[in-house]
């Protein structure tokens, strides 16, 4: 794996555009605050948390609430929030999803926009475990009111062409290509069982294929240090090229994480544009990336014995070196999501910063779902 590293490094380096960022980036907390509390009296335990931007320059944050048990299979509700001013009030929560009694219910997802048409997609997925059932279905739930109302869930899976499987997705962001061939492409990646893999539309939503996969190796038996890339999240580079930020689920290599790029919009990822960043220390979890105003955000708990330690790393080369590192929580935290609102939508000085949303506190027993506003100039 060295050699097909030192060819990932040339090719990274080779696709870092000429421009650098606009800034020197210097983070500064300025706001922080506590979305969703766990065990009040219809859920157990809030997991999964997602955010992104709107169509209208909003934001807006989602949550998975397991109800009775705090296990990845259980039944769910999803429910989300929303700001209108930046992130420093937030709406009561919605719910959008409910399960029911299912034991094997629904499973976050992925949200992405579609700038385009001015749509948020809601990914998730039903019996992703299968527990009690046999079926895996990809679903999503789309709004078109800047994410105040959505439409009734649609299954995907029957219609979906190409070579794949059923899969869950994210949890994350699914992304919309604004550069290069594939520009307007709708791309939202997940995993089954240790295969990475992504599905795509070129028509705003109404037809989606499957895309590139990783697989594992070996493709079963997995055990402590073997090949099992995981959970994901894609981010497009300047150039148009898809990176893929991955979970390293048995510590292949290291106790780190896999990064791929796919130059064809998320249809294909050779083997050799596949990595392993041992500067991205990872005690394996879901993790987060995000290409804003030409800087490339990184964000996990950064420790290689347990979930401690959230912090945001930055990158002005496109993740071939990292410039620096913000601590956010000392303490127990886990699975994390960035969004920024872009400069086209931004309303007064907004456009400076980032929000990140992670689970906050130990993972049996998570305090909270927490929200921070991040000034990355250094200033108010």
Not at 89 to 99: M, Q, T
Not at 250 to 273: A, Q, W
Request: include cysteine.
């Amino acid at each position: 794996m060295e050699a097909k590293g030192l060819i990932f490094v040339i090719l990274l380096s080779s696709l870092c555009l000429s421009y650098g960022a606009e800034f020197q980036v210097s983070p500064l907390i300025v706001e922080e605050q506590l979305l969703w509390m766990n065990n009040i009296e219809y859920v157990t335990m809030y997991r999964c948390p997602l955010i992104t931007y709107t169509p209208k320059g909003n934001l807006l944050a989602i949550v998975e609430g397991r109800k009775s048990s705090t296990g990845d299979a259980s039944s769910k509700f999803i429910v989300t929030k929303r700001s209108t001013d930046g992130g420093s009030e937030w709406s009561e929560e919605s719910f959008i999803y409910d399960d029911g009694k299912v034991v094997d219910g629904d499973n976050l997802g992925a949200i992405l926009v579609d700038d385009d048409t001015a749509s948020i997609f809601l990914f998730f997925t039903l019996c992703p475990h299968h527990k009690n059932c046999t079926i895996t279905s990809m679903m999503y739930m789309k709004s078109v009111d800047d994410g105040i109302s959505w439409q009734k869930p649609v299954n995907i899976s029957a219609s979906m062409k190409g070579d794949g499987f059923p899969m869950p997705f994210g949890p994350g962001r699914g992304i919309q290509l604004k550069n290069g061939k594939y520009k307007g492409r709708l791309l939202a990646c997940g995993h089954r069982n240790s295969y990475v893999q992504c599905i795509y539309s070129d028509d705003h939503g109404k037809t989606w294929k499957y895309g590139l996969t990783v697989e594992s190796i070996p493709s079963t038996g997995l055990k402590k240090g073997d090949f099992a890339p995981n959970e994901n999240q894609p981010e497009e580079l300047p150039d148009g090229t898809v990176m893929l930020n991955i979970r390293n689920e048995y510590s292949y290599h290291c106790k780190c994480r896999i990064v791929g790029l796919s130059t064809d919009g998320g249809e294909s990822l050779p083997t050799s544009n596949i990595k392993f960043d041992a500067a991205l220390v990872d005690p394996v979890v879901s993790a987060h990336i995000l290409m804003y105003q030409g800087i490339l955000f990184f964000s996990n708990p950064a420790d290689t014995l347990g979930r401690l330690n959230m912090t945001l790393r930055w990158s002005y080369d496109n993740g071939n070196t990292w410039a620096g590192a913000k601590q956010i929580w000392k303490a127990a935290s886990g699975y994390s999501c960035m969004t920024a609102i872009p400069t086209s939508l931004s309303k007064t000085n907004q456009q400076k910063y980032i929000y990140l949303i992670f689970e906050k506190g130990a993972i049996i027993s998570t305090a909270s779902v927490s929200i921070v506003k991040i000034s990355i100039d250094g200033t108010m």
